[in-house]
């Protein structure tokens, strides 16, 4: 898995009924995009922020930005 900052993570619930979770990346401390990511949870807006070092596993996708021409 790749990411860049700005980009956001999608974590598929782990049991039925859970709901995916969503993060953005604010930093990349793996090599050459690699994790692990600082990430913020994107949760209730309401919520103080959640930032936390992250490992994703397989249930992880990654959302790219999109590419400025």
């Known amino acids: 898995m790749k990411a860049e900052v700005g ?3 999608a974590i ?3 049991a039925i009924g859970r709901a995916e979770r969503h993060a953005t990346v604010l930093e990349v401390r793996g090599e050459d995009g690699g994790p692990p990511y600082l990430v913020h949870w994107d949760d209730d807006p309401n919520d103080p922020p959640h930032e936390h070092l992250f490992f994703p596993g397989p249930d992880a996708d990654v959302e790219h930005l999109p590419t400025k021409d």
């Open 12 to 14: 598929r619930g782990h």
């Open 7 to 9: 980009d956001k993570l």
